[in-house]
């Protein structure tokens, strides 16, 4: 006998990166997920799926969160950014972009749009940033590659121009 499927899916919408967008997630789908797989937004990356590498870091409402720990559902009505919202309208990058440009904060890149979303949280909230305040933020992304001194002397720089936005 033929057994109809209840479609359960749930209808999202957000503002992504200034302009609204909608798409279709189950339930459990991870926003992660939904911003690569429905939204084609791969610039957000993943990595461990479970909260410790820090890849998949989005702003949601200004804030720093792990889009792997987050469900889509729970993104409806925010206003989210994610690293492709960083450069400008021109295809600009901005003053962190450029100084990772700068300092060869990155090799694979893997890790790059996580971190840079994390230290625009920071920069967004205290544009002149300590060493150590930083180092709190950049050692909670895990980079495989850069040893971490370029992400360092980058992020140091734009803290020393009080450039971060
Ligand atoms: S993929 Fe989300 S923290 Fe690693
Ligand atoms: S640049 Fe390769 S993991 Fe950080």
């Not at 792990?66 to 206003?79: M, N």
């Not at 962190?96 to 625009?120: D, E």
């Amino acid at each position: 006998m033929l057994k109809l499927e209840k479609d359960t899916r749930h209808k999202v919408r957000f503002v992504l990166n200034g302009s609204p967008v909608s798409g279709w997630a189950d339930a459990r789908m991870l926003l992660s997920d939904f911003l690569r797989q429905e939204l084609g937004e791969t610039g957000t990356h993943v990595g461990c799926e479970h909260g410790v590498c820090g890849a998949c870091t989005v702003r949601i409402e200004g804030r720093a969160v792990r889009s792997c720990l987050t469900l889509a559902v729970q993104a409806e009505g925010f206003d989210i950014q994610t690293v492709e919202g960083l450069a400008g309208d021109d295809g600009a990058l901005n003053a962190l972009q450029t100084a990772f440009r700068k300092h060869h904060a990155l090799q694979c890149g893997y890790c790059t749009s996580g971190i840079l979303m994390s230290l625009t949280d920071m920069f967004q909230r205290n544009p002149s940033p300590s060493r150590d305040e930083i180092e709190d933020v950049v050692g909670g992304h895990i980079c495989r590659c850069t040893g971490y001194a370029g992400i360092m002397d980058a992020a140091l720089e734009v803290a020393e121009a009080g450039a971060g936005k």
